[in-house]
């Protein structure tokens, strides 16, 4: 399984531009790269999924340089609503069969707290 | 996610008492997950199936059991409850064939279970 390291916590201003970035040293050839918010109380929520360079689509942009040994999550002037807890992830899952599921993990998150 | 629905939403028991959570998807995929959430530990998952007639462990199954009643329906069990599976449950659904990104799961809105 590849390891996933990213910041416990970070704070932000209102309207300022917030990048979490994510280690991931044992990354597998055929894994991608995906982010995941979460809202108290509720479900992850799919943000953004990359294999290499940039990926952005209307919520964020996903930097992923050539080794992709890390990964930075780029949310764009934020805002209050954006306080949330933010998960990378690392593997791969399409034409696996179910024996060898298990390489996508989630860690313990970036608590992101937008400050007003 | 409205398509992925989880019941109860709350339950409170007591140690030793049988207790099934329920899910169910509209969305018509053949992947379904449970997973558990502790304060400081992120998501862990449970079991996962990825078709009616297939069923797998996850990284946290002792305690725990589950049955797929159809492509729509995932129930976890908890045979004998225990304090320390007192958590919040997620469900979770994919089918990277149609959404076409892997790793993308859709999740419910969880049930949040207190075991005295």
């Known amino acids: 399984l590849a390891k996933t390291t990213q910041p416990i916590s970070m704070d932000s201003y209102e309207g300022q531009e917030v990048n979490i970035t994510c280690s991931h040293n044992n990354i597998a050839t055929n894994d991608y790269i995906t982010w995941y918010q979460q809202f108290p109380s509720q479900g992850p929520r799919f943000i953004i999924q990359g294999y290499k360079t940039k990926v952005t689509n209307e919520v964020a942009s996903l930097f992923i340089p050539a080794d992709r040994k890390s990964s930075t999550l780029s949310l764009p002037r934020v805002s209050l609503s954006d306080t949330a807890v933010y998960y990378c992830?690392?593997?791969?899952?399409?034409?696996?069969?179910?024996?060898?599921?298990?390489?996508?993990?989630f860690g313990t998150g970036t608590k992101l707290q937008v400050i007003p | 996610d409205a398509d992925v629905t989880q019941t109860p939403r709350n339950r409170i028991t007591k140690t030793g008492k049988r207790i099934m959570l329920e899910c169910s998807q509209t969305?018509?995929?053949?992947?379904m997950y449970w997973y558990r959430q502790d304060p400081g530990l992120g998501l862990r998952l449970i079991y996962y199936?990825?078709?009616?007639?297939?069923?797998n462990k996850g990284e946290i199954s002792d305690g725990y059991s589950v049955s797929r009643q159809a492509q729509a329906k995932f129930s976890l069990s908890l045979e004998s409850a225990i304090p320390n599976q007192t958590a919040l449950y997620f469900c979770?659904?994919?089918?990277?064939?149609?959404?076409?990104?892997?790793?993308?799961?859709?999740f419910g809105p969880g049930t949040r279970l207190t075991v005295l």
């Open positions: 199936s990825f078709d009616v007639k297939d069923i």
């Open positions: 969305k018509g995929h053949d992947r």
């Open positions: 992830l690392v593997g791969a899952t399409e034409n696996m069969n179910s024996g060898g599921y298990q390489k996508v993990t």
């Open positions: 979770a659904t994919s089918d990277p064939q149609t959404s076409g990104r892997d790793n993308e799961q859709f």
